[in-house]
């Protein structure tokens, strides 16, 4: 075993634990929490590596390093997501190699989505990304739509040929009311959650929590949780 495989299988194990751990205390199944190992800025290389270890989901959150490295591994089982705040140029690209998108938050985007799905014949998951901080009629800092834009996005979702609403996803924010207060931030994004799959069931995904605080992610209900840093090992650079 090389040292990176060694030491990418560590990590892994102890997210594992973790996650395991989480479901445990909040009376969860396991299988109800998917693992979504952050990747970007890393290497193919280690792609390769932690499918090997098992991993099936990854996330990047930046096309330029995404696509190559997409290529670079499409002989593998694995399923991209799309986390990173989108501009519309990078549509056609993104829409070659992610399964799901992550960071919907904008109608132009759900246009410009579907129509590169419908062109490439592909069928893309999309999550609407929720800022929790935002006001009515604002975006995040970070990306993602005032809560109460999510049900008009999602139905523009629903009614876009080449796209399926898959459910939400959040950030936890660094100010505002959420600041500080993960547990609550999922907590107030299940109630969205709820809201949403009454008029949507399908879109039952709750995509929450980073190597910080992923349990209080699974603890609110989460059912993706997006993991780089603890995996991987601090970023070279931001990303
Ligand atoms: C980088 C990133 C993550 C992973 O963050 P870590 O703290 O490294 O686990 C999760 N979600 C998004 C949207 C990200 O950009």
Not at 87 to 104: F, L
């Amino acid at each position: 075993m090389t040292e990176r495989r060694a030491q990418l299988a560590a990590n892994l194990a102890q997210v594992e634990e973790r996650i395991a751990s989480a479901c445990a205390s909040a009376g969860r199944e396991r299988d109800e929490v998917t693992l979504i190992v952050v990747t970007k800025t890393y290497p193919a290389s280690d792609v390769r590596i932690l499918h090997e270890l098992g991993v099936r989901h990854v996330a990047e959150n930046r096309d330029q390093d995404a696509a190559p490295k997409a290529v670079a591994c499409a002989d593998l089982s694995l399923t991209w997501h799309f986390v990173g705040q989108l501009q519309t140029n990078k549509v056609r690209s993104v829409a070659g190699y992610a399964d799901v998108v992550q960071s919907v938050d904008r109608a132009k985007l759900v246009s410009a989505l579907s129509a590169a799905a419908v062109k490439g014949g592909r069928e893309l998951g999309c999550l609407i990304q929720v800022a929790l901080d935002a006001e009515s009629g604002e975006r995040g800092d970070r990306g993602g739509v005032a809560p109460d834009a999510i049900e008009e996005l999602a139905a523009a979702v629903e009614a876009a040929p080449g796209i399926r609403l898959g459910g939400l996803m959040t950030v936890a924010p660094l100010t505002g009311p959420y600041a500080g207060r993960q547990r609550a931030a999922f907590e107030r994004l299940m109630e969205f959650s709820s809201r949403l799959r009454g008029n949507h069931p399908a879109a039952n995904m709750v995509s929450a929590g980073m190597s910080a605080d992923l349990e209080d992610a699974v603890a609110a209900g989460a059912t993706h949780v997006r993991v780089g840093t603890a995996v991987l090992g601090v970023r070279p650079r931001l990303g």
